[in-house]
Every structure is written in structure tokens, then in C-alpha cells.
């Protein structure tokens, strides 16, 4: 059974933790040469900032650091086996910031320059043996950082390069500049000339140095985002360039081309990440930089610190260390590309407010290899990770859960699949179930990565998961609450808190979530869970209410569990008292009466069960943060570890009000508990105590062991074990060894759960084992099962016809790559990726193809193959269509037949035949193949299409298409084809000239023997219907009957006469007034008109006696026209018939 887990308190309910303490170390005498339990840290003297080279010229490396505010320290290397000498140099006028290294003076020795808070640099010339000479002072106002000492004018000699210009206002009100201090070089070594400055704009730190565009002249980076100024050689800088790598960021050569290159995170620090990713920017000759693709990193850590490092002394290859709540180590290739290496359990603190921020360093080791130092505040001691020059560390290796963006909830440790090792069961900030399963080493390999609920971005609560049999299939499950989120301004509910179920499958992995149940509150805390009503299932109660941000109503809430995974409604219970602006933490849950019915206590109320889901409740009367409820003395009565000491249950709910033991030593290095986990863990069959507690600075939290009697006295070991990052860490006693007697293993290992430090505030989850030494060495785990399924993407295929074969590999998020194979004929080979892992093949000839895939396992899972699937090999079923461009034409006329054919990208060709003879044969290009082709004789022909097949698909031929062929010729047709008209008058018709066969010649037309009086006209007189047919007008003309009469004319010359006789004889007035001439000519006139009347009375008086001519006209009567339409070369003729009637 897994230890008691661990429980996190408020950070403000701390004070009384020197009693508990001073109870504790007070029986110390037994465990003052306690060999370790855990495994200790490798130790080093700590000093904040401290370089390392060699100041004595032994070829040992040294230490240097600022040691007070005058005054600077050498730590002298005497070997591995003695402890290193101390030389102190004093006699400093400023107060010293940042400490570099290098021979200023050339005189084989190394010097130290420092930057002063007063705005000067310093600088100490070496004497070769630890101490250093009086310092000499040069102005550099404003100076922040120090870069590495680098020859900027290329005279041979160390120049200083500074950064100055920080301001503590908001907004920055000062310049930031990069100050530039030459070296006087050959005529004063070592002294400093007058500053210049260069102006940059995104701050002044952090600063470095490298030669980005390959000239051989150093240039600086500077700021966030990093700005580069090129340098000219000459101790002077051009304009920044600007990057988008902004902190933590490095400055090395990461693909070994001679150029500096940059890495940075392309998330830091935000108070909500999403997973972070590394970005490469690689120096070219012109400045510039090109940017390759992201590398992601695992997890959702939240890094503060990148470190540039190589395996060796004499390495190349540039690796990367990432420094958060854990370290996780980026292996390089040298080109520029890094892949995930082990993570470890080891960081270093970064206090806001203090001159202590996170620090880490290399150190060369005296055979070569790289270690890493990590500065631990307010402690005598650097933490040191031992490298061991292929770039891994001796160091406890962590887990990093795949979490995703946001703070996860914390983890609970349970065995998920039966074989009495301690599991991870965790959720991530979206609700996502992961499960991790121990492998028996102290490692975890995840198996279940579930997705869950959409946990709302504004929430400020984690889920919160806990594990238990709830569905009484004798397998562990989990239940998730997501707490909800609330409107902090207008005091209302935005989300309610949810909760979820996975039921387990008893191998350590689950099944999709269930529906989400809606709480109707907000701010769901961490449930107890038990059998509350005697029903034997278990129930939940759920606390409510209460955050750092704001006031909301709080309670609690009783769910009855159904014993399937689901809940009865909800019923309100009494609360204890929340004396916390934390969310509600109901304490534990534990028979506290001996009545056989669970009981819970915490806040210092205990809440007695009835056995129905109600309780009664009643006031603890003990001050302090309870941390654990079990039977300390044996006596079978629960009791009480609080802060301030143990208390001894009386076993009637009730509790001895005064600690079973006190005492009045304290413990200054220490702030408070942050929780307790109980357990054996030396093997005497006796509960002790693991105590995490928090540091002074609330950097840090550290594991404390203390060894029971099993009759309720302690005594503390005095052993030092690893920190842990965050204020809020926590550490579990579990059982992880597979070399020990499980399941009942009475020699606890523990892990350690790193948490938020106040640079980040955000928690991470990494889990670090720690194994107990008491036990046999653990051995390597068997790999986990792994199951591979193979899928293809077509159920039969054409031989060359490409097919994409599928493999799902399932097990503990297994990688490497898998092989896919037919017979002894390996197909190809794929990386797996999230699970699965695709090939593209093909197989050439016709057959069937049984096909597997080799999973080749990892380290985690065991290798495994699909079952074999069969892959049909066939050609495809083609098929033919023909079609023809008209299906009647005359001889010699152009015609086109289409053949399109289907299958898989047929190729080849068609072949176009009738009855009797083979028409011709067409390529194929992209399925139709066409053949323009000419019939030179009249007749009927029945046409198909055969393609012949290809290596794909078969041979197909198409239906019979008829083609009608005629010999040339035409038809006329007259539109209307009679016509009645009056005499004299014209009749017309359209001539319709239609062409058969393909006919293209002209047609002139005539026409036959007309009536008398009639004429015919053609517009146009001839049509050629090589379109189509043409169209001419006939036009036919008649004429009207007459005859010639001369009588008419005499009849008007008698009427002039007698016209001129009247007018004389009824006017003698005017007659006689006329002159004698007049008279004689009037007399004359009408002489003549007396003869014409004479004349024509003769003429008229017998008209029988007049035979005058006469034209008949066009007959009357119907009349038909012969129309002739003739081809104009005269082998064809055609005639139609028009009738015309005259009336």
C-alpha cells in the first residue's frame, strides 16, 4: 500500500513550525551517524557568481567570487583530495557587481575586472599565486553587466565591454547604451582608456559577445530581444540588428561553420506557457540570421535559464542545459539541431527582490568532463552535477509528464496496474488525464494521455484529481474535478466546476472520460473520498469556494457514489470552518471514534460520520496546520501530526490537547512545513515522517526524514537530501524499486514533486524519484508490452499502384520506428510519431501480398509485430467508351472517334475497327485516346474501341457505334410550293438546297417552260451548301391583259372646240372691243374649231368601223413551273415542281 500522501498548506500558516521542530531534533543523539537513506548531493563550497580559472598557474582550476563588499576570494584547487585554500584580496573602493576574468596585462596571469554599483569598472592584475594588486578605477556611469573580455580593436590585448543604463523607473527614463573601455594596450597593459558609448534600445542585460558574420572582429549582443552590433575592429560598433530572441537566450557556435549563433525559447516566462520550443538563429557572413524550425520541447516546463556546454574539455558539439523547477539537458549534432536529452531533478533558485537569482555554471572536472554547478541561496554549499563527458550527469533523473500549457494539478500516486509499484496518476491545467506507470527503477513511462474537459483559461484554480475504485471492478479510477472560473469584478459565476470519471482498465491505461457532471459552484477544492454511508462504494466530499483573488461563497458538498462510476445529486453538509483565503481543504478522512464509520477532520474541526453522509461535527481545540492523521504510537487510535508537534488521538474523535512532545530548539533555515507523508522507512515496521519544508527565502523545499519508535518518539536524520525547486514542492513516500519485497515493501523510496518558485509562479509537475539505499539496487526494467496493428489504405491494389500502409503502435508512448515487410522483401522502414508510423509502397507484379510490420520497441516497450493483412495484386478492371463526332457522313468526309478509357492511369493504346477492317490505333494521354478517320465508300459501319491493357489494367473494348455513309448529293425543297396570285402580279417561294453525303458543291438553278407574259428570278442564282443547307428566293412575274384605242383622243379635240365656240358666242361685249387683227384671228380659231367638230363627229359616228390591237396577258388559270437545281460540275440535277395560279 502507497504511504499517506502528502498535503499542501497555506504559505502563511508556518509559525509555529520551531516547536514541532525542536520535538523532533530533540532525540538526535541516535541518528548522528545515520548512513544515508536517499541519495545525498554532490556539494561544493557555494558562492553566488563565482568564475573559475587557474589563478596560481598549477593547471588546477580555481575558484573566484565576490566575498564581501571590499573585498574579492580565490579558492585555490589542492586536488581531489584536499580542501581547496582560501586567498583573500581586499582594499575595494566601490561596491562590486559582476567579476570577469582574463590577462588584461599579458603577463600569463589572470586578472580579474569588476563593475561597480557606483558606475566604475575595476581592474585587479593577478600575481600569480591567488592575489591580486591594488585596483585601478576607470568611469563607466550607469554600468549593469559585464561581457567576457574580448580584443575589440584586434591589438592583441583584452578590452571591456559593458552595459549601462538601467533605470528603476516604469517606463525605463534612461538611455541603455553598450560601453566600450579599450585596452592601452603596448604602452600601459592592462589600463583602461576613456569609455565610448553606442546606443541600443532594449535594455541593458543581459551582454555577450561572438563574431556572427564571420570577419574575425568581435561583436556584442545585448538586451531583449538581443540586439547584435557588429564590430569594426577598431574598437567601435555598428547600428543594432535586431532579433526576436528575447531571454534566456545563448550566444555560441551551434553548427561549427566558425559563426556565433543564437538559441532562445520561444516561450519564456509568461504566467500561462504553452509548450515551449527551442528557435535556432544562425549567423551568416552578411549579418543576418536565418531562422530554422522550431524543436519542440517535452512538457509544459517553464524555463528561466539556458547554458551553453560541451561533453568534454576537447569537445565541439555544443549542448544546451535548460534550467527551470528541473534541468533538462538538449544534446547538440553540431548542426545547428538538438534533440531531447535526460531531464534531472536539480535547479537552482531565483528569488525576486534578492541580490540571489538563479545560477548555474560549468566547471571542467580534473578528467575533462563537464559539470554543472548550481548556486543554492542562502546555503554554505553548491549543488554539483558531475558530468560524465557524453552529455548525461550524475544527478537523480526526473519525469516530466506531458502536460500540457498552464499549471497542472497535482499528481497522486497510486499502483494503477497491480504490480505494487508506486504510479503517477495526473491532470494537466485542460483537464487531460495522464497516467505514468513506475518502472521499477525509479523511472515512469506514460501510458494513457487522455483528453478531458476544456478547463477555462481564466480560472486560477488547477484541476484537482483523485483515485479510487469507483465503479467496484477491483481497478483503480480517477475522478477530475475542474474547479470553474468566477468574474472577479462582478462577483459571478463564469463557469461552474466539473467533474469527470475514467474508469481504469488495470493495466495503466483508462477509458474516455465520462459526460461531465456540473457542480454548480465555483472553486471545487480536492475531495475526500471514502465510503461515507456505509454502503460499501466509495462517495466524494467535494469543499468549494474561497481563492487568492477574490471572495466567493464556499461549502461543501456530499456525493453518494453509486458503485458504477456515477453520483447521486449532491447534498450540502455542514463546512468547517475555512480560516484561509486558499480554496477549501477538508483535511483527511479516517475513522476517528473507533465506530466503525469514516470520519473526516481538518480546519481545525473534526467532523464525526453518522454512517448516512451526515456528520456531526465538533471544534478541535488545536491550533496549526494539520499535515497527517495516522497511528503514530501503536496504540490503534488515529493521531495527529500539526505543525507545532504530535498529538495522540484519544479514540473517541477527541485528541490530547498538548503535543506529546515540545521542546525549545528551533530552526532558523527553515520557513514552515509544506506537508508530511507516513511511512516506514528504515524497515523496523515502525511509522516515520517525511516532512517537506520551505526554506527562509521560499526558494527552496527540503526533504526531512525522522526515524519512529512506533511508541511516538522521533529522532531526525541528519543526513542532507536534495531540494526541490518551488515553493510549494512536495515530497511521497512510494514504493519504486523492483529488487525490493513488494508489495509490501517496508523500506519507503520517496518522490519529489517540483512546483512554482516566485521568478515564474508557475508549477511544473516533474517528478523525481528518490530510491531507498537500505534496499537491494534496483536492475532495469523488462520493457512494457506493446501492441502494433497494421491498416492499409486500399483492400486491393494494381501491380505499380501505390498503397499507404498505416501501423498503430500502442503502449507506453512508444517510439523508435517500425519495419514493414512482405515475405523476406522489406518494404520500408518509419519513424513512429504520436503512435503511428506511414510508408508509400507498391507491388510490381500480380499476386497476393501478405504484409506485417516489426515494431522494434524502445526502451520502454517490448517489441511487437501486427498480424500479417493480404494485399490482393490485380489489374484493374478497365473499361471503353467510344463515341464519334456525327454519326452519318458522307464519303471522304472528316470524322472523330473518342475513346476514353477508365482504370488506374491507364496507359498504352486504343485500337479503332469496324466489321471489316482495322481504322487505325490512338496513344492514350490522360484516359482518351482519339482517331480522326475518312470513309471513302457509302454504307453502314459498325465501329468499336479495344485498348489493349497496360501493367495496371486490363483490356477493355468499348459498345458498337454505327456510322451512316452516303454518297454526296442534295436535295431541293421549295417553301410554300404553290402560289395564287391576280394577273400582273409576282409570286415568290424559298428554294432549300439540303446537302447529303457530305455534298459541297454549287447548285445553280433554272427553270422550265414558263407562261406567256411570265419571267423567274433566282436570288442568288447558285448556292454552295458546304455549312449546312442554303437558301435561294424564286421570284415569278406575271403579266396583266391590254389593247390600243385611238377614239379617246378625238372625243377631247371635239371638247376644246366646243369649248372655244361657247366662250366666243357668250362674250360679243369683249368680242367687239377687240381690235380688227384680234377679230380676224378669233374668226380664224373658231373656223378651225367649226372643222374639228365637223372632223371629229365624222370619226366617232361609226366605231365598228375601228380594228385596233390587243396583249392578253399571262393566262389565267394554274400553271406549274419545272425548278432545276444543278450541280454546277453536271453530274447531278435536280427538279421540283411550283405552281402558280393566275385568276
Avoid at 704 to 718: E, H, I
Avoid at 1048 to 1061: K, M, P, T, V
Wanted: charged share 10%.
Amino acid at each position: 500500500m502507497t504511504a499517506t500522501p502528502w498535503f499542501k498548506i497555506p504559505p502563511g500558516a508556518r509559525s509555529l513550525l520551531a516547536l514541532l521542530f525542536a520535538t523532533l531534533l530533540s532525540l538526535t543523539a541516535l541518528a548522528q551517524t545515520q548512513t544515508p537513506i536517499y541519495p545525498v548531493p554532490s556539494l561544493s563550497p557555494a558562492f553566488a557568481g563565482e568564475v573559475t580559472g587557474d589563478f596560481n598557474g598549477d593547471g588546477l582550476p580555481d575558484q573566484v567570487y565576490i566575498s564581501s563588499a571590499t573585498a574579492i576570494t580565490v579558492l585555490l584547487n589542492q586536488g581531489a583530495t584536499n580542501p581547496p585554500t582560501s586567498v583573500v584580496t581586499g582594499g575595494l573602493t566601490c561596491t562590486p557587481q559582476n567579476l570577469v576574468v582574463g590577462d588584461m596585462n599579458k603577463d600569463t596571469k589572470l586578472d580579474v575586472v569588476l563593475t561597480c554599483q557606483e558606475g566604475f569598472v575595476a581592474v585587479l592584475f593577478g600575481n600569480g599565486d591567488g592575489t591580486f594588486q591594488t585596483p585601478s578605477y576607470q568611469a563607466a556611469p550607469g554600468v549593469t553587466t559585464i561581457a567576457p573580455l574580448v580584443d575589440l580593436n584586434g591589438d592583441g590585448y583584452l578590452d571591456v565591454a559593458v552595459g549601462a543604463g538601467a533605470s528603476t523607473s516604469i517606463p525605463p527614463s534612461q538611455t541603455y547604451t553598450v560601453v566600450v573601455l579599450l585596452n592601452k594596450g603596448a604602452s600601459t597593459p592592462g589600463t583602461l582608456a576613456s569609455p565610448k558609448s553606442f546606443t541600443v534600445t532594449n535594455g541593458s542585460s543581459p551582454i555577450g559577445i561572438g563574431d556572427f558574420n564571420g570577419d574575425s572582429k568581435q561583436d556584442i549582443i545585448i538586451g531583449s530581444p538581443a540586439q547584435v552590433l557588429l564590430g569594426n575592429g577598431d574598437g567601435t560598433l555598428q547600428t543594432p540588428i535586431q532579433t526576436a530572441a528575447a531571454t534566456p537566450y545563448v550566444a555560441a557556435d551551434l553548427n561549427n561553420d566558425g559563426l556565433t549563433d543564437i538559441a532562445y525559447l520561444s516561450q519564456p516566462y509568461t504566467s500561462l506557457p504553452a509548450p515551449a520550443s527551442m528557435q535556432i538563429l544562425l549567423g551568416a557572413s552578411n549579418g543576418s540570421f536565418t531562422t530554422t524550425p522550431s524543436q519542440p520541447i517535452p512538457g509544459s516546463e517553464n524555463f528561466s535559464l539556458l547554458l551553453p556546454f560541451k561533453n568534454t574539455a576537447s569537445s565541439s558539439i555544443v549542448n544546451l542545459a535548460l534550467v527551470g523547477s528541473d534541468t533538462l539537458i538538449l544534446l547538440g549534432d553540431g548542426t545547428g539541431k538538438f534533440t531531447s536529452g535526460p531531464a534531472y531533478g536539480v535547479s537552482a533558485p531565483s528569488v525576486v527582490g534578492t541580490v540571489a537569482t538563479a545560477t548555474v555554471s560549468t566547471q571542467t572536472a580534473a578528467n575533462g568532463n563537464t559539470n554543472l554547478v548550481f548556486y543554492q541561496h542562502n546555503s554554505s554549499q553548491n549543488l554539483l552535477m558531475p558530468g560524465n563527458g557524453d552529455g548525461t550527469f550524475q544527478a537523480p533523473l526526473t519525469t516530466i509528464p506531458p502536460y500540457g500549457p498552464g499549471v497542472p494539478g497535482a499528481p497522486v500516486f497510486v499502483d494503477l496496474n497491480g504490480d505494487g509499484l508506486t504510479d503517477i496518476l495526473a491532470v494537466d491545467f485542460g483537464g487531460n488525464l495522464i497516467a505514468s506507470l513506475g518502472r521499477g527503477n525509479g523511472s515512469f513511462t506514460t501510458t494513457t494521455h487522455n483528453t478531458g474537459g476544456t478547463q477555462p483559461q481564466v480560472s486560477f484554480s488547477s484541476p484537482v484529481i483523485v483515485s479510487g475504485d469507483f465503479n467496484g471492478d477491483g481497478k483503480p479510477d480517477a475522478i477530475v474535478i475542474l474547479p470553474g472560473a468566477a468574474d472577479e469584478g462582478n462577483q459571478t459565476i463564469v463557469e461552474n466546476a466539473q467533474m469527470f470519471f475514467y474508469a481504469g482498465n488495470g493495466d495503466g491505461t483508462f477509458k474516455p472520460g465520462s459526460a461531465p457532471v456540473l457542480l454548480s459552484v465555483f472553486g471545487a477544492g480536492t475531495p475526500l473520498v471514502g465510503d461515507f454511508n456505509g454502503d460499501g462504494k466509495l462517495d466524494l466530499i467535494v469543499p468549494y469556494g474561497g481563492t487568492l483573488r477574490q471572495s466567493t461563497p464556499s461549502g461543501t458538498l456530499f456525493f453518494a457514489g453509486k458503485g458504477d462510476g456515477t453520483f447521486a445529486a449532491s447534498v450540502s453538509i455542514p463546512t468547517p470552518a475555512n480560516t484561509s483565503n486558499l480554496p477549501a481543504n477538508l483535511g483527511f478522512a479516517a475513522d476517528l471514534n473507533n465506530d466503525g464509520k469514516l470520519d473526516f477532520v481538518g480546519q481545525n474541526t473534526v467532523s464525526l460520520g453518522n454512517g448516512d453522509g451526515t456528520f456531526q461535527q465538533q471544534p478541535l481545540g488545536i491550533p496549526g496546520t494539520l499535515l497527517a492523521v495516522t497511528d503514530l504510537n501503536g496504540d490503534g487510535k488515529p493521531d495527529l501530526l500539526i505543525e507545532n508537534g504530535v498529538y495522540l488521538g484519544n479514540g473517541d474523535g477527541t485528541f490530547q490537547t498538548s503535543p506529546y512532545f515540545i521542546g525549545s530548539n528551533s530552526m532558523a533555515l527553515y520557513a514552515g512545513p509544506i506537508g508530511a507523508s507516513i511511512g516506514d522507512i528504515n524497515g523496523d515496521g515502525n511509522p516515520d515522517i517525511l516532512l517537506q519544508v520551505l526554506t527562509r527565502d521560499e526558494s527552496t523545499s527540503q526533504p526531512l526524514v525522522f526515524f519512529g519508535d512506533g511508541k511516538g518518539n522521533f529522532v531526525a536524520d541528519p543526513n542532507t537530501y536534495y531540494p526541490s525547486a518551488g515553493f510549494s514542492a512536495t515530497a511521497t513516500l512510494a514504493r519504486l524499486n523492483n529488487q525490493a519485497p513488494l508489495p509490501n515493501d517496508n523500506k519507503l523510496d520517496y518522490v519529489s514533486v517540483s512546483s512554482a518558485s516566485y521568478a515564474s509562479g508557475l508549477s511544473t509537475g516533474a517528478v523525481t524519484p528518490f530510491l531507498n539505499l537500505l534496499n537491494p539496487a534496483s536492475i532495469p526494467p523488462a520493457p512494457l508490452p506493446s501492441k502494433t496493428v497494421l491498416t492499409a489504405s486500399a483492400s486491393s491494389v494494381a501491380p505499380g499502384q501505390q498503397l499507404t500502409l498505416t501501423a498503430t503502435v500502442t503502449g507506453a508512448i512508444p517510439t523508435g520506428s517500425v519495419t514493414f515487410v512482405t515475405g523476406t522483401t522489406n518494404l520500408g522502414t518509419a519513424s513512429i510519431t504520436n503512435g503511428t508510423a506511414a510508408i508509400t509502397t507498391s507491388f510490381a507484379a500480380i499476386g497476393t501480398y501478405p504484409v506485417v510490420v516489426n515494431y522494434a520497441g524502445d526502451a520502454n516497450n517490448a517489441a511487437s509485430s501486427s498480424n500479417a493483412i493480404s494485399i490482393p495484386v490485380a489489374l484493374v478492371t478497365s473499361t471503353t467508351t467510344l463515341s464519334v463526332s456525327t454519326n452519318s457522313a458522307g464519303t471522304n468526309q472528316h470524322l472523330t472517334f473518342t475513346a476514353t478509357v477508365s482504370g488506374l492511369n491507364p496507359t498504352g493504346t486504343v485500337t479503332f475497327a469496324s466489321a471489316t477492317a482495322t481504322l487505325g490505333t490512338a496513344s492514350i494521354t490522360n484516359g482518351v485516346a482519339t482517331l480522326p478517320f475518312t470513309f471513302t465508300t457509302a454504307g453502314s459501319y459498325a465501329v468499336t474501341a479495344s485498348y489493349a491493357g497496360d501493367v495496371d489494367n486490363s483490356s477493355s473494348t468499348s459498345a458498337t457505334v454505327t456510322v451512316a455513309i452516303a454518297t454526296p448529293d442534295y436535295s431541293i425543297t421549295a417553301s410554300p410550293s404553290s402560289a395564287t396570285i391576280s394577273p400582273g402580279q409576282s409570286a415568290t417561294t424559298t428554294l432549300t438546297v439540303t446537302p447529303v453525303g457530305g455534298y459541297g458543291g454549287t447548285v445553280k438553278f433554272s427553270c422550265g417552260t414558263l407562261p406567256s407574259g411570265a419571267t423567274c428570278t433566282f436570288a442568288p442564282a447558285s448556292v454552295t451548301p458546304t455549312s449546312g443547307a442554303a437558301t435561294s428566293v424564286l421570284t415569278i412575274t406575271t403579266t396583266a391583259p391590254s389593247t390600243a384605242r385611238l377614239r379617246d383622243r378625238s372625243l377631247s379635240l371635239q371638247g376644246i372646240a366646243w369649248a372655244s365656240f361657247i366662250l366666243l358666242t357668250l362674250s360679243p361685249r369683249k368680242l367687239r372691243g377687240l381690235n380688227r387683227r384680234l377679230a380676224r384671228a378669233t374668226l380664224f380659231t373658231l373656223l378651225l374649231a367649226a372643222g374639228l367638230l365637223s372632223f371629229s363627229g365624222c370619226s366617232s359616228s361609226s366605231p365598228s368601223n375601228n380594228n385596233p390591237p390587243t396583249n392578253p396577258g399571262t393566262p389565267a388559270g394554274p400553271q406549274t413551273i419545272t425548278l432545276t437545281g444543278a450541280d454546277s460540275s453536271g453530274n447531278l440535277s435536280h427538279a421540283i415542281n411550283f405552281q402558280v395560279t393566275v385568276q
